[in-house]
């Protein structure tokens, strides 16, 4: 699987202090379950995975074909990768977790976090080269094909922003995120209806690993409510 020029850095912010050691804070990801061939690669090796095991930053997830993996970054972010993926973990401190989504696609459940001191988890952003989004509490897609971004939002609002241009995409709508072309504005998408938002690890398909397209340009005017 080739490397794309144009990253996607899924920033994830957490209170992980349970998982942070007296002086390095670092937190741990962990593969709650994969379906099919789902492997690490670590310093070029490519190691295949189990449930439960431990992912270090640096590590680089890997789906294949008619795969998708479930990963946990606790303690209220859910990852679900789907078929043919690449995700690096770029950072897993306590406070600011980030990952780089390389190729293919996931689905994201962020949840609102306030701790016993009142203090409010950082929001959730993605950076898309020249582009970003920031969420609070929400479930959202976001894909990479040959540096074409596409994300869409199932709960909650995210902030798309692209050099001065700045836009939100609410519930049940979509966006194209073009490296050369202005932002354009949030829409419905019939592609959006293939997208199978269960992050159950204990109750999910092979099927649920399919990356929905690769048709992704007809608008569908609809009620996702």
């Known amino acids: 699987m080739k490397t794309k020029s144009l990253f996607i850095y899924l920033l994830f912010t957490a209170l992980a202090s349970s998982f942070c050691c007296q002086n390095s804070c670092w937190a741990q990801a962990l593969l709650v379950r994969g379906l099919g061939k789902v492997s ?5 090796d490519t190691i295949p995975l189990k449930n439960g095991d431990k992912l270090q930053i640096h590590d680089t997830i890997r789906t294949g074909e008619s795969s998708l993996a479930i990963v946990q970054l606790p303690p209220h972010t859910t990852m679900k990768i789907l078929a043919n993926s690449q995700l690096q973990l770029t950072s ?6 980030e990952a780089n989504l390389e190729e293919g696609g996931i689905l994201v459940q962020f949840k609102k976090i306030i701790d016993s001191n009142k203090k409010e988890s950082v929001p959730l952003k993605i950076r898309a ?14 894909s990479n094909f040959k540096n074409n971004i596409w994300m869409c939002v199932k709960e909650g609002n995210v902030e798309v922003k692209k050099a001065d241009e700045s836009k939100q995409v ?6 194209n995120i073009s490296e050369k072309s ?44």
Not at 170 to 175: N, Q, R, T, V
């Open 92 to 97: 897993l401190m306590k406070d600011s977790q």
């Open 182 to 225: 202005p932002l354009e504005n949030p829409k419905e998408y019939a592609w959006t209806k293939n997208i199978i938002w269960n992050f159950d690890a204990k109750n999910m398909d092979i099927k649920e690993g399919q990356i929905p397209g690769p048709d992704y340009t007809d608008p569908l005017d609809f009620d996702y409510d």
């Open 170 to 175: 609410g519930a049940g709508l979509g966006m």
């Open 129 to 142: 080269k020249n582009a970003s989004m920031g969420v609070r509490g929400t479930k959202f897609f976001v």
């Open 40 to 44: 690490k690669i670590v310093n070029g």
